[in-house]
């Protein structure tokens, strides 16, 4: 049984979630937004041969990888991988929020590319079996380069220190209270399916 003090604790905690995320709605929309456009042009856009053969190299490597894993240790790469990709979303963001915007390009354009390639080798079915980790996988990046963002943006206030220091010690409980257990969820998600499915 939680004490009173750990129930204020938790409800405060909360708050200062939401309102934070709230607070930063402009930044993740403005991921999000530039997240779906890469993946459009990733999908539609021809792809330079270059940059095509480090994508397929990037794939290989990932195969290769993840070849004959458990299911935990598949699940464990993935969340590893997800979550190396928000902590330095949101730690890295600290440099005008370059990072954050490195991040979202690379692997919105990727995840349009992979998706083209599936609807040419494969059908619709194996695409739809990327649809349920997205769930919980895509918003969880898309916040933590968010607040990457606005952590870089904290130059352009009036009291910059401080303010870095107050949006800095929001995301990384965001981070951990939030991000972190939705990336987990989707790696088991991801991890099972891909298991079941093989």
């Not at 979630?17 to 930063?24: A, G, M, R």
């Not at 709605?25 to 890469?38: G, Q, W």
């Not at 995301?171 to 257990?181: A, D, M, R, W, Y």
């Amino acid at each position: 049984m939680k004490t009173k003090t750990e129930k204020k604790s938790a409800k405060i905690l909360r708050l200062e979630i939401v309102t934070y995320l709230k607070e930063s709605k402009n930044y993740i929309l403005f991921i999000f937004v530039l997240f779906l456009y890469l993946l459009i042009a990733g999908l539609i856009l021809p792809t330079p041969a270059v940059l095509e053969e480090i994508i397929k190299n990037l794939l290989r490597e990932i195969i290769e990888k993840t070849s004959g894993l458990t299911t935990f240790e598949l699940i464990f790469f993935i969340f590893k991988n997800n979550a190396f990709i928000s902590i330095l979303g949101i730690i890295l963001g600290a440099f005008l929020g370059i990072v954050p915007l490195i991040l979202t390009i690379s692997n919105g354009y990727v995840l349009g590319y992979v998706i083209k390639l599936v609807l040419k080798n494969s059908s619709l079915y194996h695409l739809w079996r990327l649809f349920p980790h997205g769930i919980f996988e895509l918003p969880a990046v898309i916040i933590s380069l968010g607040l990457g963002l606005k952590l870089g943006a904290s130059l352009f206030t009036a009291n910059p220190e401080k303010e870095f220091l107050r949006r800095f010690l929001l995301s990384i409980k965001i981070l951990l209270f939030l991000i972190i257990p939705l990336l987990l969820i989707a790696a088991m998600i991801e991890g099972i399916l891909i298991k079941i499915l093989a």
